[in-house]
């Protein structure tokens, strides 16, 4: 069984989706400059009208599988006014988000969504290596230092 890809540009960055025949929606996607095994990718899938509050770090694609998503960031403030923003995203499109914080993810009121989250690079390998570096910081608290009082 031969894989098409089809191509999505996202912010200037190339996309390849590799669409199976038969299938709706892609299943495997990578980006084909700075990805690397570490990537984390996880899949959301949003009944209709549903919405949901996630915690997505500055830099992570939104990959839009089925459906149309309304993405709306985190509060900011603009000349003494609270301002909220708001993307809407179909499907078979990408967004790449520019701040960190809590996303608010709206379904559209007719159909569900599917959609897939690629975390950055940088972000990835700072979780797994979070516990050493935590570890690293209490031992150098709880020890003593040592210096030369010559």
Partial sequence: MTVPP???????????LLVPTGVSYPAAMHL????????????LALPA??????????????????GRLILEPPPRWLAGDLVRLR??????HAHTLETSGWWNLHADANA??????????????RWAT?????????????LPRRT???
């Fill in 6 to 16: 089809a191509l999505l540009w996202c912010n200037r960055q190339r996309l390849c």
């Fill in 49 to 66: 009208g549903q919405s949901r509050l996630h915690w997505l770090p500055a830099g992570t694609i939104v990959v839009m599988l089925d």
């Fill in 32 to 43: 084909e400059t700075d990805m690397t095994a570490t990537t984390c990718t996880e899949q």
């Fill in 87 to 92: 993307h809407a995203v179909a499907a078979g």
């Fill in 112 to 125: 569900g969504v599917h959609l897939r989250l690629v975390a950055p690079v940088a972000s990835a390998a």
């Fill in 130 to 142: 979070g516990p050493a570096r935590a570890c690293r910081r209490l031992l150098a608290a709880l």
């Fill in 148 to 150: 030369s009082r010559g």
